[in-house]
């Protein structure tokens, strides 16, 4: 299933996703030596996001959470490509200076149609992600 969005950070990755319905704050809730959500109380405490497909909704809390981003990414603990419903410039710039492709407003609700372990293609350069087994990761 091919879907439209709006491409946020440009480039293509693909992989298995990781999906909440739960915002993230890259600042204190993700470690950014080991990718994994430390926040307490989150759906996705305990799960590393490396090489993942991160859907989310969108990210709260401070500014600092783009440069976590960028040090997820230079630790080689990043995600993949990020999905969002709605970004917002936390998450927005920490993709475009991470090199994280980055697709959110898709046609269809994104918490709708992924579901955990699903392979996702991001297309952050022309705006659109597949789901599907038939992607290759």
Known sequence: MKVKGRAI?????????????????????VDPMSGEIIEKGHELFSEKIANRVLVFPNGKGSTVGSYVLYQLKKNGVAPCAMINITSEAIVAVGAIISGIPLVDRLQI??????????MVLVNGTEGYVEVGDEISG
């Open 9 to 29: 950070s440009r480039g293509i990755a693909s992989g298995r996703a990781l999906v909440t319905s739960q915002p993230i704050s890259f600042l204190g809730g």
């Open 109 to 118: 609700n994104p918490l709708g149609i992924i579901h955990d372990g699903d």
